[in-house]
C-alpha cells in the first residue's frame, strides 16, 4: 500500500506530479481541521488558513508554473476541493471561489490561441489574463470571485445588473453582489459587470476591485445556516473606479471566454460539488467509527457487528458515498479527458445531473449518520451537526438538483442547444 492522500480517495489514478501536490493539500489539513469548529461557531472566516494555505503554495494550485504556480489542472482543483472538504468545509468553498478566478486568466489565453480575438484586442486581453495570474501564482495573492448577485430571471441561474461605466482613465462600476466568498478578507475582489447599454452577455467583462477603493462596502453579515466561515455577505459597489489596466472590458471577451471551456459557464464548477462530497466522507467515517466502538450495555456486543438496524443504515451510507463518487469520477472524466469524449452541449447537461446527485446523495449520508449515532450526536457544533449544516448548503448552491435536472432535460431535447448560465439585465427605471 502507499502513502494515504485525502484526494487519492478520489481522484484515484493520480499521476506523479498530481500526487506530489496533493501532498501539499494533506500537509494543510490538520491545521484546517484544527480550526474548523471555532470558525463555524464564531461564523467567522479563518483568516489563518489563507496563511497556511499561502506558504504551501497553493494560491497558485491551477496557475501555470509560467506565471508562479503549481501547474495543476482540474483534477488537482477537484481533489484539493474534496480534501479540504474534510477538513473544513467552510475554507474549501472560500478556496473553490479563490481558484475559480483563474479561469478568467486561463480562458482568454486559450481563446487567444483559438485567434478569437483580434490584432488590436490580444495585447489588453493578454495583458489582462496574465495580470491576474501572476497576482495568484508570482504573488500568493487571495482574490474572491464575485459574479452572482440576487436577480434572476427564467432563462438565467444568475443575472448581471453590476453596471460598468466608461470614465476618464477607466471605469465606474455601480452594483450589489450578493455571493462570492471572503467578503473583507481577500487581498483583492474580481468582479463581473456590464457595459452601461448593453443586454446580451458580450456585454459582459471582469475587473480587479480593490479591497479598500472608494465606494466599496460590504453588506449586512451573513447569518448562515452552513457553510458559516465563508465571509459570504457579499459588496455593495458605488460608482467604484476602476483604472483601465484592472479591466477586460473588451466587448464579447466573456462569451469567447466561455466558448473555450470545457464544462458549464467558465469551467471549474465540478469542484464545487467535491467539496460537499468531501464532508459526506468526512462524516461517514465518524459514523462507521463512532457505532463502531457502540456495545450492548446487557451482552457487551459491539452494535455495529450486532445490530440489523445500524447495519442497514451503514449500507445505505455506503451506497449514497459510493454514488457521489462515481458520479463525480465521470464528470472529472469529462470535462479533463484529452480528447473530449462528449460534445460540450452533453457534458454541461451531465453537470446538472451529477451536481444533484452528488449533493442529494452526500446530505443522505449525513441523515442516516446522524439516525446511526443517536441523540449523543445532535450537538449544534458535532461533527454530525456541523456537516448536515454544511451539507444543507450543497442542495441549493448554484442550483438545487431539481432545477439541474429540469435544464438538463430542456438541453437534452433541445438538440444540444446550451442554456446560458449568466445574462445581462437591464436596471429597473
Known amino acids: 500500500m502507499g502513502e494515504h492522500l485525502t484526494g487519492m480517495v478520489l481522484i484515484e489514478d493520480m499521476t506523479a506530479a498530481e500526487q506530489e501536490r496533493a501532498r501539499r493539500v494533506e500537509g494543510v489539513l490538520p491545521a484546517l481541521r484544527a480550526r474548523a469548529e471555532a470558525a463555524d461557531a464564531a461564523g467567522r472566516f479563518p483568516q489563518d488558513n489563507i496563511a497556511t494555505l499561502r506558504a504551501a503554495g497553493l494560491l497558485g494550485l491551477i496557475v501555470p508554473t509560467d506565471y508562479g504556480g503549481l501547474g495543476g489542472g482540474l483534477r488537482d482543483l477537484v481533489a484539493a476541493a474534496f480534501a479540504l472538504g474534510t477538513a473544513c468545509p467552510s475554507t474549501a468553498l472560500a478556496y473553490f471561489f479563490h481558484c475559480s478566478s483563474a479561469s478568467r486568466g486561463l480562458l482568454p489565453l486559450e481563446a487567444l490561441e483559438a485567434g478569437l480575438f483580434t490584432p488590436d484586442e490580444a495585447p489588453v486581453v493578454r495583458a489582462f489574463a496574465e495580470r491576474l495570474l501572476h497576482k495568484m501564482g508570482t504573488d500568493g495573492r487571495w482574490l474572491a470571485n464575485f459574479a452572482s448577485e440576487q436577480a434572476k430571471t427564467a432563462a438565467s441561474a444568475v443575472t448581471i445588473a453590476t453596471e460598468a461605466r466608461a470614465a476618464a482613465g477607466g471605469w465606474r462600476l455601480s452594483g450589489v453582489k450578493s455571493f462570492g466568498?471572503?467578503?473583507?478578507?481577500?487581498?483583492?475582489?474580481?468582479?463581473?459587470?456590464?457595459?452601461?447599454?448593453?443586454?446580451?452577455?458580450?456585454?459582459?467583462?471582469?475587473?480587479?476591485?480593490?479591497?479598500?477603493?472608494?465606494?466599496?462596502?460590504?453588506?449586512?453579515?451573513?447569518?448562515?445556516?452552513?457553510?458559516?466561515?465563508?465571509?459570504?455577505?457579499?459588496?455593495?459597489?458605488?460608482?467604484?473606479?476602476?483604472?483601465?489596466?484592472?479591466?477586460?472590458?473588451?466587448?464579447?471577451?466573456?462569451?469567447?471566454?466561455?466558448?473555450?471551456?470545457?464544462?458549464?459557464?467558465?469551467?471549474?464548477?465540478?469542484?464545487?460539488?467535491?467539496?460537499?462530497?468531501?464532508?459526506?466522507?468526512?462524516?461517514?467515517?465518524?459514523?462507521?467509527?463512532?457505532?463502531?466502538?457502540?456495545?450492548?450495555?446487557?451482552?457487551?456486543?459491539?452494535?455495529?457487528?450486532?445490530?440489523?438496524?445500524?447495519?442497514?443504515?451503514?449500507?445505505?451510507?455506503?451506497?449514497?458515498?459510493?454514488?457521489?463518487?462515481?458520479?463525480?469520477?465521470?464528470?472529472?472524466?469529462?470535462?479533463?479527458?484529452?480528447?473530449?469524449?462528449?460534445?460540450?452541449?452533453?457534458?454541461?447537461?451531465?453537470?446538472?445531473?451529477?451536481?444533484?446527485?452528488?449533493?442529494?446523495?452526500?446530505?443522505?449520508?449525513?441523515?442516516?449518520?446522524?439516525?446511526?449515532?443517536?441523540?449523543?450526536?445532535?450537538?449544534?457544533?458535532?461533527?454530525?451537526?456541523?456537516?448536515?449544516?454544511?451539507?444543507?448548503?450543497?442542495?441549493?448552491?448554484?442550483?438545487?438538483?431539481?432545477?439541474?435536472?429540469?435544464?438538463?432535460?430542456?438541453?437534452?431535447?433541445?438538440?444540444?442547444a446550451e442554456q446560458a448560465a449568466f445574462s445581462t439585465r437591464e436596471r429597473a427605471q
Open 181 to 416: 466568498c471572503s467578503t473583507g478578507v481577500a487581498d483583492e475582489y474580481l468582479v463581473t459587470a456590464k457595459l452601461a447599454g448593453t443586454t446580451t452577455a458580450d456585454g459582459l467583462c471582469v475587473f480587479f476591485v480593490d479591497r479598500a477603493a472608494a465606494g466599496v462596502r460590504e453588506r449586512a453579515p451573513w447569518e448562515a445556516l452552513g457553510m458559516r466561515a465563508t465571509a459570504t455577505h457579499g459588496l455593495i459597489l458605488e460608482d467604484v473606479f476602476v483604472p483601465a489596466e484592472a479591466a477586460l472590458a473588451v466587448p464579447g471577451a466573456f462569451v469567447k471566454m466561455m466558448q473555450v471551456s470545457r464544462g458549464s459557464f467558465v469551467g471549474n464548477q465540478v469542484a464545487v460539488a467535491a467539496i460537499y462530497l468531501g464532508v459526506a466522507y468526512a462524516v461517514y467515517h465518524y459514523a462507521l467509527n463512532f457505532v463502531s466502538g457502540l456495545k450492548f450495555a446487557d451482552t457487551g456486543e459491539s452494535i455495529a457487528a450486532e445490530s440489523g438496524f445500524h447495519q442497514e443504515l451503514i449500507g445505505k451510507m455506503t451506497v449514497d458515498l459510493e454514488t457521489g463518487f462515481l458520479w463525480l469520477r465521470r464528470q472529472v472524466q469529462l470535462e479533463a479527458s484529452v480528447p473530449p469524449l462528449l460534445p460540450k452541449p452533453r457534458v454541461v447537461a451531465q453537470w446538472r445531473l451529477c451536481k444533484g446527485v452528488v449533493c442529494d446523495a452526500a446530505y443522505a449520508v449525513a441523515t442516516n449518520a446522524l439516525k446511526a449515532c443517536g441523540t449523543s450526536n445532535t450537538g449544534h457544533g458535532g461533527v454530525i451537526g456541523r456537516a448536515l449544516r454544511d451539507l444543507s448548503m450543497g442542495l441549493v448552491q448554484a442550483f438545487p438538483a431539481e432545477r439541474g435536472r429540469l435544464e438538463a432535460a430542456k438541453m437534452l431535447v433541445a438538440a444540444g
